[in-house]
């Protein structure tokens, strides 16, 4: 049946049929046991072939030899044992109506030298990568002819577990490397001019046409510029896709740029404070270029994004990856009609920097992501209706209101603010971040979908909830900042959410003291250097924002290195007491040296977390039948809490995010869901 929506056109991919326009490409969430994609993983990409993406990419950068060890949980296409897992997967994403292939690799110097097998990794030249940080060997045309094997092997595994194609990575790792004059400084038979510069490649895809057949898909994710003086260029990329079509490519994923050092990777794979599709256009004129079908995907979050692509000429295949990882039923909506309810993609990021600060993917709204074999996507009714009292209107208590409010109990939010969003609307202060508040309206309306009441501007005592005669109480507090560490000085120093609220943005001379390693003291010394602030960030830890990872530290730096922020590492903030002419003497000691020195400034900006906003909760403890106890268990298998220590109680009490402790956005929206689901 036709359909006035570009998105929702079928569309053929040699003798394969896709159900619509919209792919998750490939990445490698880490969701994977011992280079398998066992339970955890296929259950990931079920869910998306649930809601209703028509190709889905599993095995972002699964490699296909022992020297390309995994450096961020990648699949094991070289072991015959991940044929049977990679079957059950593309069975039941087939039985759900998308198409799944797999992204194939050799990572190249783009790993390390010291897991895996501690083989040493191999690439064209001795060139390091600053991200990984591996000095490679020179690979030898032995170690070229067995990788070329592996290439073919592992499609042919792919190929038995009745996957619809693979697709070859092309930027950054090995299989490029080769073309790129920045490189591939070679002499042999695999270097030199272009043509001696395509020969490895050449041999991959030639060795994989043979072993798979004519019908099976081969594409190719690659870097057609570099974006970097001595790199590949349009022209020359074409040109060498123009000849690997010719061996064999079926369609081409476009990238632009490299990911060779966190600078490049935040350019290649950008997020928020950056414009929606930048290189949407760049792909478009490649398409105009070659004669196979064209995907992409680099910020594109939004349907009418992904629409216009489609409707203009400018793909023939929508990459939505981060988008479906905050919504997998994104394409369910949009053919349902309810695009005005998809879950956004914020463009924050923490699904990449997670892999490496915690081991696997993480959406920073939508703990469900990666977590299907606990918790559901898709909320269904209670039961039996209940009362419920949240009390915050922040991540955590938006969160709790609209779970509950999905389950269908009557819910009252009380907030004390006269608007809704808590910490997050301090974080939305950077220009850079305001998408952050995506995370908040989307809740907002979803709660008001279910019938929430919110109540604003009314600072909530035990009285006003105890009157609406709950059956449950949510407190969702917060937490303030926290100044306690300073020995002396405390009323003579500012915090981040001055700065961040405008209550207070000094100028001159000013210390930002960071004892937190995320993102707020970032934020603050960003603003203020934008403010004209001299700024010097001061930190404990051993490196800056030791929390904040290489997708979002790149921004931070830039705008640093911009107005000369000095950092001083290892120093501990003791103490600040005021000097003659009023401005602040700041004490810091060296852990590590035991010295101690001082700064005399304008202005003296602390963060050091929150503590607990929880007045409240301890007021109602008494009169709760679990006395705010949490059955932990049932918290972790998404059961009922079933705690009863007060049988007198009249209600049952929790309380959720910073004001149990202080954390992140994915923490406290995490605690909401798994308490309330059940409930």
Known sequence: MRTLDPLLEPFRLRQLTLRNRVVSTSHEPAYGEGGMPTDRYRAYHVEKARGGVGLTMIGGSAVVAPDSPPSFGNLLLYRDEIVPWMRRLADEVHAEGAAVMCQVTHLGRRTSNYSGDWLPVVYPSRSREAQH????????????????RAYAAAAERCQQAGLDGIEIESYSHLFDSFLSPATNDRDDEFGGDPERRLAFPRKVIQAIRDTVGPDFVIGLRMAMDEDRPDGLHAAESVAALRTLVADGVDFLSVIKGTLDSDAALAKTIPSMGTPSAPFLEFAGEIRQAIDIPVMHAARISDVATARHAIREGLLDLVGMTRAQLADPYLVAKVRSGDEDRIRPCVGASYCLDSLYASGDAKCIHNPATG??????????????QRTAVVVGAGPAGLEAARVLG???HRVVVFEAADRPGGQILLAAGSPRRRDLTGIVDWRVAEAKHSGVEFRYGVYAQAEQVLAEEPDLVVVATGGMPDRSFLTEGQDLVLDTWDVMSGTDRPTGDVLVYDDNGAEPAMDAAELLTAHGAKVEIATPERTLAIEVGSMNSPAYLSAFAAHDVRTTLGYRLQ?????PDGRRIALLHSDYAEIDVERTVDAVVVEHGTFPNDELYFALVPGSTNLGEVDQQALLDVRPQAVTTNPDGRYQ???????VASRNIHAAIYDAIRLCLPT
């Open 371 to 384: 977590r299907e074999l606990t918790l559901t996507h898709v909320i269904e009714p209670s039961p039996r």
């Open 575 to 579: 103490s600040v007491r005021r000097a």
């Open 406 to 408: 999905e389950r269908g």
């Open 133 to 148: 940080r591996a000095f490679p060997k020179v690979a030898e045309p032995w170690d070229l002819t067995r990788i070329i």
């Open 653 to 659: 009490l929790f309380r959720i995010g910073d004001a």
